[in-house]
């Protein structure tokens, strides 16, 4: 399809009088006036035509052609920033949209702290800045690679309705991360914005810089798994950019959040839904021990101990994208004020500067676990990894409570912070989920319990059959309370053409 095709094609997929902040007649739908910055607008018109190509060849595999029901962006205003309508995905309109600039904000935290906030990228700290950037930016595209396989496999048609939305908007964090780089990078810049493009998940000679990028996300399972914990990796960082001194980061950041709430919904929400089922599957069959695996499986629904090892696979690998506990690299961030703390400009207590603060950080010494103050700035890392643990037991309670109360004894619970990691304080060592510092021999005894192996896999992929009839949902799980945009139970979120 041209780019003639695409821009006429949205045009009537959304009404024009809901423009109110956004201009839709650009090429490229925008609320920065790109319209009054020929040059940078030239070069993001020019990297379009390779981001769709990079859309069809590496997105979603089929179902191109569908209309599908999707939220747009058309405002930031928190009150009513999206519309929904059919849209076939590669007309999907990508935009560039930042927060509104809060006049007079200051740089919250740092050795710049109180200064005015940054409108132009300050020298001294691009290079960093511009990592940064490029890391965040990298994993918007990965996701999207992650996903492509599962359209065909999905359980309902409201959960395909639900990846592509994922998708697209992934895609449309990739443009705003792309516009950053274009607009305040120069070359080096544009570079960076091509080989957003070019690297591939799991590709071997040209991955994605961060290792959970470039896992499988193989069945539906995973993709809700995915959505919870690792999505949630991307709310964190996206937070602690927020406070950036740095403005356009900043304003690009909050914007990205408000879509990144969708995402996290769809995790948590998937999940629930397959407990869900499955306790609904239970009870009916009269099964009270959630451990006889093979009576549950024969219900075609998903095993709780198998969802606590897939719980445990995911916490983990998304743990290690938080880099080491102890870090320079995090300490630099901050004191320079391009990074800061989750929640930062609203936490009291200290000073945001952190010369002289400490923080407790989990390590292990001489085949032991113990705790042990670090200097706060070095330990940044490890801080914003606790807020993520703390922010994932939230939905981990609720899923526990729909668990209780159709009667069934299990609960859920998060491993222990060093369990299966490969980055960090942990990497190298053998800690069980309760926080067991293990020889490696045990490991190899009893770590089949505790992740995925390949026959719970399998299992998992031989309920991995589509239900694409409008209203009808897979066996494994249960329809959702309420449908997208208050639509009825019965309606039909992709027309497959
Ligand atoms: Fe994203
Ligand atoms: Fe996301």
Redesign the pocket.
Known sequence: MGAEDIISDAAGAISADRFVEIDYDEVIPNNVALGSDRQIQRALEGWRPKYLDWWSGMGPIGYQTSEVYLRTAVGVDPGGWAKFAYVKMPSYRWGILLAPKVEGRTIPFGRHKGEPAWQEVPGEHRALLRRLIVVQGDT?PA?VEQQRFLGATAPSLYDMRNLFQ?NV??GR?LWAMVYLLVKYFGRDGREEAEALLERQSGQLDNPRILGAFNERTPDWLSFFMF?FFT?RD??MQLAALAESGFDPLSRTCRFMLT??AH??FVGETGVQRTIEATCAAMVKAGIKDPNDVEAVRKLGVVDLPLLQRKLNFHASVTRDLFGSEISSNAAEAFGSGIKGRFNEANLKGDDHVLADATYPVARVVDGKLVEEQAPALRALNSRLLDDFIADCQGGIDRWNRSIEKAGVAFKFVQPHKGFNRRIGEFAGKRISPAGEVLTEDEWQARSGDWLPNDADMAFISSLMKPCHEPGKYASWIAAPRVGVDNKPGDFEYVKIY
């Open positions: 918007e996701s994922v908007e992934e964090h959505t999505d991307g709310k879509e990144e995402h996290m």
